[in-house]
């Protein structure tokens, strides 16, 4: 993990000091992702079964790498005509928080990514010689994450993004702040939401801002008590994976058929969701380890 963290980090710089900057460091960083492919695809052949779990881990870790980069790569590049946000410090004020496959380090090379964007408070202009509001500096560095990630170019792209589990989901901003994101989830998180964020992680940016959120929404994510509501909700979650596995087309699709990938997931969430309040030994990301 620490390599990959160099070599995509190494990437930043010289794409800063480039004719077009947003073109390099595109273009870097997809090369850096098919290589790393190129060799796990490799490794996959010759481990065969048993090397599942440590390869579908180390996409994971790419994915870190990558975004981790891209974040770096956005924020010093809109600083550098802007400022950043007062609040914000040095190295700090925006997290990504990896959900689903990606936040249990269980990725496969088609994947896509589940990521929330949070700051740290944005409220004012900020610091630098053309200012703008905090809120738009971190709504355009969200979206230069997303681009130097998700479009394709002739090197190809790196992960598809999908921010729909953020907040409010496609009728919300794409980045939240800490406030309003503890707010939201303690107040209005819903049963769905829960289960999403089991697997949440801080997988780039201010890692420790983003430990801090996680530690205030334990209570929304790991409850110690259930109502009837909550089991009801599950219970929907469960018909309608179930409605979906009997559907002609999926019978032999080994993610979202009967007895599949979708429906084991469901099964292991489930129990967490009921239990993971009152035993800490539950409250862990991936589907293998959780069983």
Request: charge should be neutral; charged fraction near 25%.
């Amino acid at each position: 993990a620490g390599a990959l963290h160099a070599a995509a980090r190494a990437a930043v710089e010289p794409s800063l000091a480039a004719d077009d900057p947003d073109a390099a460091m595109a273009s870097a960083l997809r090369r850096l992702k098919y290589r790393v492919v190129a060799g796990l695809i490799l490794r996959d052949l010759d481990d065969g079964p048993k090397g599942a779990e440590p390869i579908s881990a180390r996409v994971a870790w790419l994915a870190d790498a990558l975004v981790q980069a891209a974040l770096t790569f956005a924020d010093r590049r809109l600083a550098l005509r802007h400022g950043r946000p007062p609040a914000w410090s040095k190295d700090g004020g925006f997290i990504v928080f990896a959900l689903g496959k990606h936040g249990g380090q269980e990725l496969n090379y088609s994947s896509d990514i589940d990521v929330i964007f949070v700051t740290d408070d944005v409220s004012g202009p900020t610091d630098g010689p053309a200012p703008i509001d905090g809120v738009r500096y971190a709504e355009r560095m969200g979206r230069q994450i997303v681009a130097l990630l998700q479009e394709r170019t002739a090197d190809g792209f790196c992960f598809r993004v999908d921010l729909d589990l953020r907040p409010d989901g496609v009728a919300g901003p794409s980045t939240v702040s800490f406030a309003s994101a503890e707010q939201y989830y303690l107040t209005w998180g819903r049963t769905w939401e829960r289960a999403a964020w089991l697997k949440a992680r801080v997988c780039a940016g201010d890692q420790a801002l983003g430990t801090e959120l996680l530690e205030r929404l334990r209570p929304f994510r790991y409850r110690r008590s259930m109502d009837f509501a909550t089991l009801e909700d599950i219970a929907r979650l469960r018909d309608r994976i179930a409605s979906a596995a009997r559907r002609v087309p999926l019978e032999q699709d080994l993610k979202r058929g009967p007895g599949g990938i979708r429906e084991l997931e469901f099964f292991v969430q489930a129990l967490q969701l009921v239990w993971a309040g009152r035993e800490a030994r539950l409250r862990v990301a991936g589907a293998m380890p959780t069983l």
